[in-house]
């Protein structure tokens, strides 16, 4: 045994002789929630936009999901798709540098609902008050910042997909978001 012991430590194992030239280990694996309920949706969208992980934010929307917003002035709504969301999520995650923040504020505020489409009864809805919403993207020195305003609200609609192995029977996924609320464009600059 002795004689095993030498020749592994003369060889350079690395059990006796670790290599000193890695670098510090990699950060752990972000844990994402089990997507059993609607909530755990939001709490991983946050989580995989904030770690610009384009492939779980993809697999959080429904290929059905549509989208709307307001304009910077408030003027004209836009509609987003699920193909501008994956535009989107997949050139945060290909540019370095970048650092980015998803702020739906505490989920003791979000207000759970059922559905408010007669024709998808089996769907749930989250509203989230404006002022609690805030998403922001750093690029250098240049931080784009999208936030809601008192008196708006960002709903979220979700779908589930029947499953067995789910804890609660189904899996969520984002079907559809709306921002509601305060659409009047600001007043004119009186400059």
């Known amino acids: ?43 991983a969208l946050q989580l995989a936009y904030e770690n610009r992980d384009s492939v779980k934010y993809k697999d959080l929307y429904d290929s059905t999901y549509t989208g709307t917003s307001f304009d910077v002035n408030g003027n004209e709504t836009l509609p987003i798709s699920y193909t501008d969301e994956l535009r989107h999520i997949g050139a945060i995650a290909r540019t370095p540098g970048i650092a980015t923040l998803f702020d739906m504020g505490p989920e003791q505020s979000w207000d759970v609902q059922p559905s408010d489409d007669p024709s998808h009864p089996e769907w749930r809805v ?59 464009p600001p007043p004119p600059d009186p400059s």
Request: include cysteine; proline fraction near 13%.
């Open 1 to 43: 045994m002795a004689v095993v012991l030498l020749v592994l430590s003369a060889s350079g194992c690395g059990i006796f002789d670790p290599d000193e030239t890695d670098g510090p280990p990699p950060p752990p694996p972000i844990v994402y929630p089990i997507l059993d309920r609607p909530e755990r949706v939001l709490q």
């Open 126 to 184: 989250i509203q989230i008050s404006g002022s609690a919403y805030r998403v922001e993207v750093t690029d250098g020195p240049t931080t784009h910042q999208a936030k809601g305003e008192p008196g708006t609200f960002q709903e979220f609609a979700f779908t589930p997909t029947q499953d067995a192995s789910s804890p609660t029977g189904a899996y969520w996924k984002i079907v559809r978001w709306i921002e509601t609320g305060n659409s009047t």
